[in-house]
């Protein structure tokens, strides 16, 4: 979290298992709700380094691939 929202004493709504690539959302405003579940091919969360991104994703195209490639990584 950045440095607003650890002052606010905002809570991560997120959850993320990288094995599975399930990612859920849930909703600060109702407890009750069942959270928001969503799957992707692959997902890292806070604790990932560049170096886990890249062996997983860059190396194999870049390394093996004789084809020219180029990775653009959005983090927010």
């Known amino acids: 979290m950045n440095t607003r929202e650890k002052d606010l004493e905002c809570g991560c709504v997120l959850k993320m298992d990288s094995n599975t690539g399930l990612c859920a959302i849930t909703n600060p405003n109702d407890e009750k709700a069942p959270p928001k579940s969503f799957t992707f091919d692959g997902s890292y969360f806070t604790d990932s380094t560049t170096e886990n991104i890249y062996s997983d994703i860059a190396y194999p195209l870049v390394e093996v691939s004789c ?10």
């Open 67 to 76: 084809w020219p490639f180029i990775s653009f990584v959005d983090g927010k």
